[in-house]
T-cell receptor
Protein backbone atom coordinates (compact mmCIF):
# COMPACT_ATOMS: atom_id res chain seq x y z
CA UNK A 1 0.00 0.00 0.00
CA UNK A 2 1.33 3.42 -0.90
CA UNK A 3 1.96 5.37 2.28
CA UNK A 4 3.64 8.52 3.45
CA UNK A 5 4.67 8.79 7.10
CA UNK A 6 5.98 11.89 8.80
CA UNK A 7 7.81 12.39 12.05
CA UNK A 8 7.66 13.81 14.55
CA UNK A 9 3.92 14.43 14.83
CA UNK A 10 4.60 17.66 16.65
CA UNK A 11 7.63 19.71 17.59
CA UNK A 12 8.28 22.73 19.77
CA UNK A 13 11.44 24.78 19.31
CA UNK A 14 12.74 28.17 20.36
CA UNK A 15 12.96 31.02 17.91
CA UNK A 16 16.29 31.07 16.10
CA UNK A 17 16.89 27.34 16.40
CA UNK A 18 17.10 24.89 13.53
CA UNK A 19 14.95 21.81 13.11
CA UNK A 20 14.54 18.87 10.76
CA UNK A 21 11.31 17.15 9.82
CA UNK A 22 11.23 13.65 8.36
CA UNK A 23 9.15 11.99 5.67
CA UNK A 24 9.32 8.30 4.79
CA UNK A 25 7.32 6.87 1.94
CA UNK A 26 6.56 3.52 0.37
CA UNK A 27 5.18 4.93 -2.90
CA UNK A 28 6.97 3.25 -5.78
CA UNK A 29 7.64 4.25 -8.43
CA UNK A 30 7.02 7.89 -7.80
CA UNK A 31 7.14 11.06 -9.81
CA UNK A 32 7.91 13.77 -7.29
CA UNK A 33 7.89 14.72 -3.63
CA UNK A 34 6.57 18.02 -2.34
CA UNK A 35 6.71 19.84 0.96
CA UNK A 36 3.94 22.21 1.93
CA UNK A 37 3.46 24.62 4.80
CA UNK A 38 -0.09 24.96 6.09
CA UNK A 39 -1.24 27.53 8.61
CA UNK A 40 -4.28 26.45 10.60
CA UNK A 41 -7.45 26.81 8.54
CA UNK A 42 -5.57 28.07 5.49
CA UNK A 43 -4.62 26.50 2.20
CA UNK A 44 -1.23 24.77 1.97
CA UNK A 45 1.62 26.73 0.43
CA UNK A 46 4.22 24.97 -1.69
CA UNK A 47 7.77 25.03 -0.32
CA UNK A 48 9.69 22.62 -2.55
CA UNK A 49 9.20 20.09 -5.32
CA UNK A 50 11.76 17.37 -6.02
CA UNK A 51 11.85 14.68 -8.64
CA UNK A 52 13.52 11.32 -8.04
CA UNK A 53 16.76 12.59 -9.60
CA UNK A 54 17.12 15.56 -7.24
CA UNK A 55 18.87 15.30 -3.88
CA UNK A 56 18.28 18.73 -2.44
CA UNK A 57 16.16 21.80 -3.04
CA UNK A 58 16.19 25.08 -1.14
CA UNK A 59 13.63 27.82 -0.69
CA UNK A 60 15.00 30.53 1.55
CA UNK A 61 15.44 29.09 5.04
CA UNK A 62 13.81 25.82 3.98
CA UNK A 63 15.98 23.03 2.55
CA UNK A 64 14.53 19.70 1.48
CA UNK A 65 16.56 16.58 0.83
CA UNK A 66 15.57 13.40 -0.92
CA UNK A 67 17.09 9.92 -0.87
CA UNK A 68 15.16 7.95 -3.46
CA UNK A 69 17.03 4.74 -2.59
CA UNK A 70 15.88 4.71 1.02
CA UNK A 71 12.62 6.53 0.20
CA UNK A 72 13.29 9.24 2.76
CA UNK A 73 13.03 12.99 2.64
CA UNK A 74 13.70 15.68 5.18
CA UNK A 75 12.83 19.34 5.52
CA UNK A 76 15.37 21.45 7.37
CA UNK A 77 14.35 24.82 8.71
CA UNK A 78 17.18 27.20 9.55
CA UNK A 79 17.02 30.04 12.06
CA UNK A 80 13.36 29.47 12.84
CA UNK A 81 10.96 32.38 13.17
CA UNK A 82 7.63 32.68 14.95
CA UNK A 83 5.93 32.70 11.55
CA UNK A 84 7.26 29.20 10.88
CA UNK A 85 4.66 27.87 13.32
CA UNK A 86 2.45 25.73 11.09
CA UNK A 87 1.91 22.20 9.88
CA UNK A 88 4.38 20.86 7.36
CA UNK A 89 3.05 18.27 4.97
CA UNK A 90 4.97 15.88 2.76
CA UNK A 91 3.20 14.78 -0.44
CA UNK A 92 4.36 12.05 -2.78
CA UNK A 93 3.03 11.80 -6.29
CA UNK A 94 2.69 8.35 -7.72
CA UNK A 95 2.47 6.05 -9.44
CA UNK A 96 4.31 7.83 -12.17
CA UNK A 97 2.16 9.13 -14.95
CA UNK A 98 -1.11 9.25 -13.06
CA UNK A 99 -0.25 12.21 -10.87
CA UNK A 100 -2.17 10.98 -7.84
CA UNK A 101 -1.10 12.66 -4.65
CA UNK A 102 -0.55 10.85 -1.36
CA UNK A 103 -0.35 13.09 1.67
CA UNK A 104 1.46 12.53 4.92
CA UNK A 105 -0.35 13.47 8.12
CA UNK A 106 2.01 16.35 8.72
CA UNK A 107 4.28 17.64 11.45
CA UNK A 108 2.87 20.42 13.59
CA UNK A 109 5.65 22.89 14.42
CA UNK A 110 5.40 25.48 17.16
CA UNK A 111 8.11 28.13 17.43
CA UNK A 112 8.30 29.91 20.78
CA UNK A 113 9.79 33.32 21.50
CA UNK B 1 -3.27 35.44 -1.85
CA UNK B 2 -2.70 32.45 -4.14
CA UNK B 3 -5.05 33.70 -6.86
CA UNK B 4 -7.32 30.65 -6.51
CA UNK B 5 -10.84 31.68 -5.52
CA UNK B 6 -13.27 29.35 -3.80
CA UNK B 7 -16.92 29.93 -2.93
CA UNK B 8 -18.65 29.65 -0.60
CA UNK B 9 -16.19 30.03 2.28
CA UNK B 10 -18.56 28.40 4.75
CA UNK B 11 -21.57 26.20 4.25
CA UNK B 12 -23.88 24.43 6.67
CA UNK B 13 -26.34 21.89 5.33
CA UNK B 14 -28.36 18.91 6.47
CA UNK B 15 -27.71 15.24 5.88
CA UNK B 16 -29.07 13.97 2.59
CA UNK B 17 -28.72 17.33 0.87
CA UNK B 18 -26.61 18.29 -2.13
CA UNK B 19 -24.16 21.17 -2.39
CA UNK B 20 -21.93 22.63 -5.05
CA UNK B 21 -18.54 24.14 -4.35
CA UNK B 22 -17.07 26.49 -6.91
CA UNK B 23 -13.47 27.23 -7.82
CA UNK B 24 -11.83 29.78 -10.09
CA UNK B 25 -8.21 28.89 -10.83
CA UNK B 26 -5.34 31.34 -11.10
CA UNK B 27 -5.29 33.24 -14.35
CA UNK B 28 -3.58 31.11 -16.98
CA UNK B 29 -3.72 27.86 -15.02
CA UNK B 30 -5.21 24.97 -16.94
CA UNK B 31 -5.16 22.30 -14.25
CA UNK B 32 -7.55 22.20 -11.29
CA UNK B 33 -7.40 19.90 -8.29
CA UNK B 34 -9.83 19.16 -5.49
CA UNK B 35 -8.82 17.99 -2.02
CA UNK B 36 -10.64 17.14 1.18
CA UNK B 37 -9.21 17.79 4.63
CA UNK B 38 -10.92 16.35 7.65
CA UNK B 39 -9.70 16.12 11.22
CA UNK B 40 -9.36 12.35 11.20
CA UNK B 41 -8.19 11.77 7.63
CA UNK B 42 -5.87 14.67 6.95
CA UNK B 43 -5.56 15.97 3.40
CA UNK B 44 -6.78 13.68 0.65
CA UNK B 45 -6.59 14.15 -3.09
CA UNK B 46 -9.97 13.81 -4.76
CA UNK B 47 -9.65 14.58 -8.45
CA UNK B 48 -7.71 16.56 -11.02
CA UNK B 49 -8.82 18.18 -14.27
CA UNK B 50 -6.69 19.55 -17.05
CA UNK B 51 -8.19 21.84 -19.66
CA UNK B 52 -11.65 20.40 -19.15
CA UNK B 53 -10.68 16.74 -19.07
CA UNK B 54 -10.37 14.48 -16.05
CA UNK B 55 -6.67 13.80 -15.50
CA UNK B 56 -6.40 11.78 -12.31
CA UNK B 57 -8.77 10.44 -9.73
CA UNK B 58 -8.02 9.87 -6.08
CA UNK B 59 -10.24 8.96 -3.15
CA UNK B 60 -13.39 10.55 -4.48
CA UNK B 61 -16.65 8.96 -3.41
CA UNK B 62 -19.29 8.02 -5.97
CA UNK B 63 -21.62 10.54 -4.31
CA UNK B 64 -19.17 13.26 -5.32
CA UNK B 65 -18.60 14.53 -8.82
CA UNK B 66 -16.66 17.34 -10.38
CA UNK B 67 -16.22 19.05 -13.68
CA UNK B 68 -14.12 21.76 -15.27
CA UNK B 69 -15.89 24.12 -17.61
CA UNK B 70 -14.63 25.74 -20.84
CA UNK B 71 -13.78 28.93 -18.95
CA UNK B 72 -11.62 26.66 -16.69
CA UNK B 73 -13.57 27.20 -13.50
CA UNK B 74 -14.49 24.02 -11.71
CA UNK B 75 -17.30 22.77 -9.52
CA UNK B 76 -17.36 19.96 -6.98
CA UNK B 77 -20.79 18.49 -6.39
CA UNK B 78 -21.43 16.63 -3.16
CA UNK B 79 -24.70 14.73 -2.89
CA UNK B 80 -26.53 12.58 -0.32
CA UNK B 81 -24.41 14.29 2.28
CA UNK B 82 -23.45 12.44 5.44
CA UNK B 83 -22.09 13.75 8.74
CA UNK B 84 -18.69 12.36 7.79
CA UNK B 85 -18.52 14.62 4.75
CA UNK B 86 -17.98 17.60 7.04
CA UNK B 87 -14.55 18.87 6.09
CA UNK B 88 -12.54 21.64 4.53
CA UNK B 89 -12.55 21.29 0.75
CA UNK B 90 -9.64 22.84 -1.11
CA UNK B 91 -9.36 23.68 -4.73
CA UNK B 92 -5.93 24.20 -6.24
CA UNK B 93 -4.56 25.01 -9.64
CA UNK B 94 -1.36 24.77 -11.63
CA UNK B 95 -0.28 25.98 -15.02
CA UNK B 96 -0.11 22.47 -16.47
CA UNK B 97 -0.76 18.89 -15.48
CA UNK B 98 2.80 17.80 -14.75
CA UNK B 99 5.37 18.66 -12.12
CA UNK B 100 4.38 22.25 -11.48
CA UNK B 101 3.80 24.31 -8.39
CA UNK B 102 0.26 23.80 -7.17
CA UNK B 103 -1.47 26.82 -5.66
CA UNK B 104 -4.22 26.25 -3.14
CA UNK B 105 -7.29 28.32 -2.45
CA UNK B 106 -8.43 29.14 1.06
CA UNK B 107 -10.96 26.33 1.11
CA UNK B 108 -14.67 25.87 1.62
CA UNK B 109 -15.73 24.79 5.08
CA UNK B 110 -18.61 22.32 4.83
CA UNK B 111 -20.54 21.35 7.93
CA UNK B 112 -23.19 18.66 7.61
CA UNK B 113 -25.67 18.56 10.49
Amino acid sequence: KNQVEQSPQSLIILEGKNCTLQCNYTVSPFSNLRWYKQDTGRGPVSLTIMTFSENTKSNGRYTATLDADTKQSSLHITASQLSDSASYICVVSGPQGTYKYIFGTGTRLKVLA
Amino acid sequence: DSGVTQTPKHLITATGQRVTLRCSPRSGDLSVYWYQQSLDQGLQFLIQYYNGEERAKGNILERFSAQQFPDLHSELNLSSLELGDSALYFCASSVAAGINTIYFGEGSWLTVV
